[in-house]
Structure formats: C-alpha cells, structure tokens
C-alpha cells in the first residue's frame, strides 16, 4: 500500500481497504501494537525504498509509457473526484437524490487552465525553435 503513495491517483489506503487490512493497521495503532507496527513500518520503508528504485529504472528506460499510464491513472480517479466528491462516482448521491451539475463558476478554471496548457506548449514551441537555431551548423564558405 505504501507504493501507492508515490503514484497519482492511487490511493494506499483504499489498497488497504481492498486487501482487508486497513482496519487491522488502523486497531493495531489504536491499541499500540509495537509488533505489528514495527513489522508495518519496516515494509512501507522497505517498499517505498525498492518500489522508488524500480519506478526510477522504468522511467529512464520507458519514459514515455510510464508517464502515460501514470497520467490515466490520474484521469480515472478524476471522474471520483470531481465534481462529485460524494465517492460514489455516480452523478446520484447516496440518498438517491439526483446532484446538479457543477455550477457556471467552474467554467472560469477549466479554461484558464486549458490556456495555460495552450501557452506552455506554443513557448516550448518556441524554445525548440530557437535553441534550433542556435545549434544549427554554419557552413562554410
């Protein structure tokens, strides 16, 4: 579960829900269980130190389709999220009551960030242009 934590849009503690064992961790720290504790903590460390190790080593090598999967798993914990923080990942809340749509004020955000986005693409644009210029051999005459 502690590998979760270096990753977006995972969650540890949900991995710990779906393995059975978050209220296990959760009652051993309530009733300070040095034991199971100890052995807890020395794996999240071990994990997160072998687990870091690895993604390192996968993203030189596979940049690219790390990223892209790093990136979905960002979008598929979005449609959770937001706008319906409820958790159920459905536009009814718990109750059956149909939830409204994000109010017009969201609007404002989502465009100011895809032109954000828009504006770091036309600089880096403009930055590879230009180191290409600056790189390009002169020939001589």
Do not use: K
Request: proline letters at 5%.
């Amino acid at each position: 579960a502690i590998c979760a934590m270096i990753l977006p849009g995972i969650s540890g503690s949900f991995l710990l829900l779906m393995l059975g064992l978050y209220q296990f961790v959760l009652d051993s720290v309530d009733e300070r269980d040095l034991v199971v504790i100890a052995v807890f903590g020395t794996g999240a460390v071990l994990g997160l130190a072998l687990f870091s190790s690895l993604l390192s080593w996968a993203l030189e090598r596979h940049e690219q389709p790390i990223l892209a999967g790093l990136i979905g798993l960002m979008f598929g914990s979005l449609r959770v999220l937001w706008p319906w923080p409820n958790g159920t990942g459905s536009e009814e809340s718990t109750n059956g009551a149909e939830l409204a749509l994000p109010a017009g004020d969201v609007w404002w955000p989502i465009g100011l960030a895809l032109l954000a986005g828009a504006a770091i693409v036309i600089v880096a644009r403009l930055a590879g242009a230009s180191e290409a210029v600056e790189h390009a051999e002169v020939p001589a005459r």
